[in-house]
């Protein structure tokens, strides 16, 4: 009997009827898991990425766990020598779905192992309450508040009932009762705890607090039951009591987990004891608080937030109750950090073993325009030369030993522990003070940074580097790891499937070449999707020339031309009077916007851009950018608004331009990064090293690579469109929106560029020759999105 999964054609757990789109990739994930493939999904934003991603992966985990039961019937039919009617029934009481089935269940060998294992303990502890229930009763009463009171329990129900004298309770379970009172393990001669059963589960990754709570609003649509947990930082998930305090979200591009390899190496799982312990924290003796809060988090999908409210009523530790909720739940979510890292999956718990991995993917470009200047002197070297440079005294130090101290002695976390406590009593009720303070406890201690970076010098030398450079008088260290397929490499051995998605995945051969080098392709699956809009919704076009007839070439060493300058600010005049609504313009660093204001301020270009739209700047200051945003909305549905951004920085990221809010988006150029890096050179460096070592051992998957250029020159392109495809995703958010893309470069043109551009996007590019031809394409396009709309 054959239990391979087929592809269904249709999801009925999708709340909506699908677009074409959405069924195409549901298809396409729900095969690739099956068959133990790695995919990369490129469908942008406002297609229902999320909810497909979601529909799809529980899917198959439902069909998995029925493909389960069916093999243990099987096996059961085939093993059995017992009497038939002992077979028989065993057979029926697999094929009827438990309890634990019906609210989303596990897979046939968890449940088999969980449910023995509730088995045994109910009836323990249920001997127990009758061994401690008074022989003599009452044989009838009006309700059953006595009973449940005698049994531990709230009255829930009332009801007339017999209670008869408790049975005889056996001597081994009478011994065993203070220790089940108290919430502990039997004790079984030969045998250590008992490790609670798992199941298989998808891990679904973000990079933020929102997504994450975004996702959790999708999977609520879904017509699904299954057990969720959130897997998060101890200060994220921990009760509000006293100064245990839930820090603010500040906005959506916050990474959530920033510093949570940190935490989550020095936190340990039996935390101090005495009266340093946290109160919220069961003691060892006392795990049935703990199983009723996972219980209760295993119940129905919670955000943070929830899993706080959750842990306030039991008065226990949500962050703990989460963390061991994990090995029975079935959908975990969880920040990148806690997924790639090692360490940190350990801390948790968390078993990737044959498991699914579905990744959001936000792709990060090249970071603009906020660098620290740096001096003339700098050096790279790998960890092996840095030590050597130290000195004979640091040969002889074995680093492992040293990164086991700091881990086992939680050095790091005491001394930060000590100076907060020691700054909250110097601050005494000064509320500036006491700000300060709390700001400080919530950053990643300097000692925590000191452990990474000996961490990180106990890996590959081949793979890491090490910059010492001159910054603003002060010497600064950084690691550097080169190669992000090593963090990659470990999961795709253990893990069953990995799925990479994201809105603007181009150009898929880069996240191939960076995270999959090496790998036989015939593991890898790719998926792009147009979008769920009409065609006639987006206007993509290329600007060549200017109003006055001159090549657009926004090159770095161009960027401080005077003439260039007041061409753009021409260009940007004219198409203000024709787009409405909002426009977001798109440049490629800080320096490059500054200089820009300040010549046309001077030229008196920005008050004529005023007189027509309101003109806002993305702030260098992320606690501003709120406030901007704001402004920028109101000011849309007044005058019309004009925002300038930087490609790379907070606007380019995690943020909907929809509807209004962007009628139009620029792009000024392509903002590569500075070659002047030596962190960049280096990685150049390494990819051309790396590519020719692969090309002599004749990897099938760099002799695919384009062979006009090397490897570095690909990643150098590759880092500047991924960073520009971010950006340009930010215009479109629904099916019913529209907008017009405007490429403001020659360099646009070539083939080369527009094929790293997402094909929803490349497919019905236009290039104009001349600034008249483009200012009568967009005007036909805003006359013709102005008719529909009347």
Known sequence: MSLKLQTPSEFPAFPFKPYDIQLDLMRHLYASVEDRKITIVESPTGTGKTLSLLCSSLTWLKDEQERARKGKLSELGESHEGPDWVLAQTLDLCRTPGEGTQKGGRDAEACTCTGAKETGESTLRRNVRAASLPTRVPRMTTTASFCRKMMGQTPTLTMKRAIYPPPKVDRVVTEEAPRLRQGTKPSTPGSDAEEEPGCTKIYYASRTHTQLAQVLHE????????????????????????????????????????????????????????????????????????????????????????????????ETCPYFGSRRAIRQAQLVLLPYN???????????????????????????????????????????MTPGELLHRLGRKTEGVNLLEVETYLRGSKIA????????????????????????????SNTTPPLHLVESFITALTASNDDGRVTLSLVDGQVEIKYQHLNPSTHFRELIDIARSIVLAGGTMSPVSDVIHQLFMGLEPSRIRTFSCGHIIPTSNLQTLVLKKGPRGGDLLFKYEQRGNQAIIAELGQILLNFVNVVPGGMVVFLPSYSFLHTMMSAWGGSGLMEKLKSRKRVF?????????????????????RTGALLFAVVGAKLSEGLNFTDDLARA???????????????????????????????????????????????????????????????????????????????????YASSRIRNKLPKWIGGNTTVTETFGQAMREMGKFFREKKVAAS
Request: net charge neutral.
């Open 665 to 747: 988006v620029l792009i000024i150029g392509l903002p590569f990064a500075n070659l002047a890096s030596p962190e960049l050179r280096e990685r150049m460096s390494y990819v051309n090293r790396l590519e020719q070592q692969l090309r002599a051992k004749g990897d099938a998957v760099t002799k695919g690579a384009s062979a006009t250029k090397d490897a570095a020159t690909e990643l150098y392109e590759n880092m500047c469109m991924n960073a520009v495809n971010q950006s340009i995703g930010r215009a479109i958010r629904h099916r019913g929106d529209w907008a017009s893309l405007i490429l403001i470069d020659g360099r």
């Open 413 to 440: 976390r005491k001394v930060s522990g000590y100076s907060v406590k020691t700054l909250e009593r110097a601050a005494g009720h000064d509320p500036v003070k006491l700000a300060k303070v709390s700001r400080l």
């Open 338 to 380: 806690l997924l790639l890292q090692k360490t940190a999956r350990e801390a948790l718990g968390i078993d990737l073993t044959d498991q699914v991995q579905t990744d959001k993917q936000h792709t990060q470009g090249p970071k603009s325009g906020n660098e620290k200047a740096r001096g003339a002197g700098v050096e790279v």
């Open 219 to 314: 999977l609520r649509k879904l017509k699904l039951m299954l057990s969720v947990t959130l897997a998060s930082a101890p200060e994220e998930a921990a009760a509000v009591s006293g100064k245990r305090r839930l820090p603010e979200v500040e906005n959506d591009d916050d990474d959530l987990g920033s510093s949570y390899a940190s935490m989550m190496m020095s936190r340990s799982r039996t935390p101090e004891k005495g009266k340093k312990r946290c109160h919220y924290l069961p003691p060892p003796e006392d795990e049935s608080k703990m199983l009723d809060l996972r219980d209760q988090i295993l119940a129905s999908p919670k955000d943070i937030e929830d899993l706080v409210a959750t842990g306030q009523d039991s």
């Open 617 to 637: 700047s993305e702030p260098q200051d992320a606690g501003q950018i709120e406030a901007v945003l704001r402004e920028y909305s109101e000011a849309i549905h």
